[in-house]
């Protein structure tokens, strides 16, 4: 499945689709749905390049998403896991600022405006709360976690892949919270063979955030920033929920990585095809 894709197919087809949108469509549509269309790059090349694939080896959509679903998962340690994540990510993003802040001038508005075009928040929305989260996964669980490990180990896989998810993000300040998000993505991954709870908690996860930041901000003025003044507000609020938010990612971490250490004992000790046989 996964193994069998090659990542530099994919990464020539992105800039591919980058240098014909330059040269054949850039300033010859409307500049509003120039904005829409730009925001969908990943998901475009995804399409076709998962497309392909999926057709070639004659899978569907569901054998990949959906089969050999650990049924052990609940609605409550889901949006457990998306809560603890959301606080961490919050938090950590104050503590760079903090720090930052001591060495470098900040910009005076760190939660960005929502965008005037109401079509164009509707593709921000999304892309950040559907598209995005499903492409990603693909990408870097899918794609990058699988053949990483054929080329390392499973830790090298995790790690690499997880440092690229936290890459494309493009925001210094989340680089931690998202790295770490990436490893628990992958553990989930790995341990449930699909790619179905890996994106449901992107998707809770970034829908969460999309209404922190660009629909109701204010209704968490006790972790987000309207300005540079708010940073040395509540700190100990803040520092506290880091410490508890950061103690819960751990031990997410480590229940993570006994339990599928667990799951692949079972199976190594399960009758081998060749045993049977003879």
Not at 20 to 27: K, L, S
Not at 58 to 77: A, G, M, T
Not at 130 to 154: A, Q
Request: glycine share 4%; aromatic share 12%; proline share 4%.
């Amino acid at each position: 499945m996964f193994e069998e894709m090659k990542i530099r197919y994919y990464i020539g087809l992105i800039l591919l689709m980058v240098l014909g949108w330059q040269v054949a469509i850039r300033d010859v549509i409307p500049k509003e749905l120039e904005n829409i269309i730009a925001i969908f790059p990943l998901e475009l090349s995804a399409v076709l390049f998962f497309g392909y694939y999926f057709y070639k080896q004659k899978l569907s959509l569901n054998s990949v998403v959906y089969d050999h679903q650990d049924n052990k998962w609940s609605v409550p340690s889901l949006i457990g896991i998306v809560l603890i994540f959301n606080t961490f990510s919050l938090t950590t993003y104050w503590l760079y600022l903090l720090i930052q802040d001591s060495f470098f001038v900040l910009e005076p508005f760190i939660v960005k405006p929502a965008p005037g075009s109401s079509l164009l928040l509707i593709a921000l929305m999304i892309k950040s709360t559907v598209t995005g989260p499903i492409v990603e996964e693909f990408i870097c669980r899918g794609l990058l976690l699988n053949r990483l490990i054929t080329k390392t180990n499973m830790w090298g896989g995790i790690l690499i892949s997880s440092l690229v998810f936290a890459a494309l993000h493009i925001q210094t300040e989340k680089l931690i919270a998202t790295f770490l998000f990436g490893i628990v993505a992958s553990l989930i991954y790995l341990k449930t063979k699909n790619l179905f709870i890996p994106i449901l908690i992107h998707i809770l996860h970034n829908s969460l955030a999309f209404i922190q930041t660009s629909v109701f901000p204010k209704w968490m003025e006790f972790l987000f920033f309207a300005s540079s003044d708010d940073i040395h507000t509540n700190v100990v609020l803040k520092s506290t929920l880091l410490v508890i938010s950061s103690l819960l990612m751990i031990t997410v971490i480590v229940y993570l990585v006994k339990d599928l250490h667990t799951n692949q004992k079972k199976v190594e000790m399960l009758p081998q095809p060749e045993a049977l046989q003879s």
